[in-house]
């Protein structure tokens, strides 16, 4: 019996399919779901997923069971240790767990929780880094029944390795007001955070902020501690820090003063809307161990809207809260901003 041209078109696309579909990367998730692509990377809490379906997805490694790829990938485990293999499917391996098979044809059993980075970017690797920032700029300029100036910038840089952060920033504000100012203070800061494993590092940090309205000629601080990266990727990021640091107070007409202070600080922001916006939140609090009225608290919180790939614009409400203030001065200072921005 002769097979018509049609049948064998039909039968060699058959093959042709389970051969694309057997090729494919598979990530089976903890309920039940099986996704089928191509793994590209991870170096966060997630994992990048390219489907025939839906383009490129992001899937939290959190939740994935096991995986197995078709081709041999770049991996970086929790302790440095860095292997090439495919992760393969074996009919005993655990939920959690997966097997790699090694290019010298051995296999390797590591838990998931131990995985790091999947074909991780060259600036995180071989001593590479990695570096972002930000600068925000805002202001009003009014003439005729008003004069008033005003003129917000902050900027904040972050230099990422594999095992180290380094952070520095600055808040400069000025405001008038026919000639007499309103506002005028500044802070600068710089962190190094060194990161003993996926998760957990030790920091250094130090600020120094000036406050003529709050009487501050010169306010310094300098602490140490460890902290937690809860979750860090281009789409949400959050760090809990707790540690001690030592606080200078220097005033224009206040006695000075200076103590040992307990400090922690939260740092989370994420975006909103498949990226149409970004909430963020941040704040640093330090209480003094001998008088518990010696507190101080920075805090923002705010929104970003992106306008383009760099360029965005913002809205963040800051909070100054002093538990004691200079004779006369307030506890709180609070501003409303609307800001442009440039991210890199």
Not at 71 to 89: H, N, Q
Not at 113 to 138: C, D, F, M
Request: charged share 25%; hydrophobic share 35%.
């Amino acid at each position: 019996m002769q097979v018509s041209a049609y049948a064998k078109v039909m039968v060699a696309a058959s093959l042709v399919g389970l051969s694309c579909h057997a090729l494919a990367d598979q990530l089976r998730l903890k309920n039940g779901d099986v996704l089928t692509g191509e793994v590209l990377k991870k170096e966060g809490d997630a994992v990048e997923f390219r489907t025939a379906y839906a383009g490129v997805i992001k899937v939290v490694w959190a939740e994935i069971a096991t995986l197995d790829s078709a081709k041999s990938l770049d991996i970086i485990l929790s302790d440095k240790e860095r292997v090439e293999g495919a992760f393969v499917s074996l009919d005993d391996v655990e939920e959690g767990r997966a097997w790699i098979k090694l290019e010298n044809e051995q296999y390797r059993d590591i838990e998931l929780a131990e995985l790091r980075y999947i074909n991780p970017s060259p600036e995180l690797v071989r001593g590479g880094y990695k570096w972002t920032g930000r600068i925000n700029v805002g202001g009003t300029w009014t003439q005729g029944n008003s004069e008033t100036q005003a003129l917000r910038l902050d900027t904040e840089t972050i230099i990422r390795t594999l095992q180290n952060r380094y952070t520095a920033g600055a808040i400069f504000n000025r405001a008038e007001d026919r000639g007499n100012s309103t506002q005028f203070n500044s802070r600068g800061y710089a962190k190094y955070d060194h990161f003993w494993s996926r998760r957990w590092y030790a920091y250094g940090v130090t600020s120094l902020e000036q406050d003529r309205f709050r009487d501050l000629q010169l306010l310094t601080t300098i602490g140490g501690g460890s902290g937690y990266q809860m979750y860090e990727s281009p789409n949400l990021n959050l760090s809990l820090e707790g540690g001690l640091a030592y606080v200078s107070e220097r005033h224009y007409t206040d006695p000075d003063k200076s103590y040992a202070a307990l400090r922690w600080a939260v740092k989370y922001d994420q975006k909103l809307l498949n990226g149409f916006t970004q909430f963020f939140h941040e704040h640093e609090a330090l209480m003094s161990l001998e008088d518990t009225r010696d507190m101080l608290i920075y805090a923002k919180t705010g929104f970003r809207f992106p306008l383009t790939e760099r360029l965005n614009a913002s809205t963040q409400w800051n909070v100054t809260w002093d538990g004691s203030p200079t004779p006369g001065r307030k506890e709180i200072d609070s501003t409303l901003l609307f800001s442009a921005g440039y991210a890199w």
